[in-house]
């Protein structure tokens, strides 16, 4: 458990410290030309040391919290699908091709001119972690093992902070048209949060 905990903190961190401007910056003034290499090693990274943590997390045959029901279990995969689903329609209001670093590459950085609040953003601002949130409780109703405990409290904590650090990024880029946008729309939940 405490290794787990471990990685999921220093995941958390090296994801939120690596997509700060600041972190951009100096590796931009550090890579010169090569810093268009930047955005895709970053989600190599990404997605390797995640899929290290999901095994290790998989392959936890630990007690449980509560012994799963039949309730539990059609209420989780309800949830597990519900998040997938938001996930993908939060998707829409990104340019994958540039989210994966492949518009880098080929030296087309695109910089957003206007702020997207279509699709689920006009619900919340952040329907990418909203999915996230859903999933994640869906997975632990489903497999409530103390190890997934933690693993939902450690998200949902990053999921607080890595959204303001994240918005207060886009408030640099978008000023005062963000900050009346978060006047306007929840955070994560719709209506409440």
């Not at 910056?25 to 989600?43: D, T, V």
Request: hydrophobic share 50%.
């Amino acid at each position: 458990m405490a290794l787990l905990i471990i990685l999921w903190v220093l995941f958390f961190f090296l994801h939120s410290m690596l997509a700060s401007n600041r972190a951009k910056r100096i590796a931009e003034k550090q890579l010169g030309k090569q810093f268009r290499f930047y955005r895709m090693a970053y989600n190599i990274f990404s997605f390797i040391f995640l899929t290290g943590i999901l095994l290790l997390l998989f392959s936890d045959r630990q007690d449980h919290v509560f012994i799963p029901s039949r309730l539990s279990n059609c209420i989780g995969s309800v949830l597990i699908g519900s998040g997938l689903i938001i996930m993908l329609l939060a998707f829409k209001n990104y340019d994958l091709v540039e989210f994966s670093g492949i518009s880098q590459l080929a030296q087309k950085i695109h910089h957003p001119e206007k702020l997207s609040v279509t699709g689920l953003n006009r619900y919340v601002r952040n329907p990418l972690y909203s999915g996230i949130i859903v999933l994640a409780a869906g997975y632990f109703l489903r497999l409530p093992t103390y190890m997934n405990l933690a693993t939902i409290i450690i998200l949902y904590l990053y999921i607080y902070i890595g959204t303001r650090l994240e918005e207060k990024k886009l408030e640099e880029v978008f000023g005062e048209e963000y900050r009346e946008y978060k006047r306007k729309v929840k955070m994560l939940i719709p209506f409440l949060f």
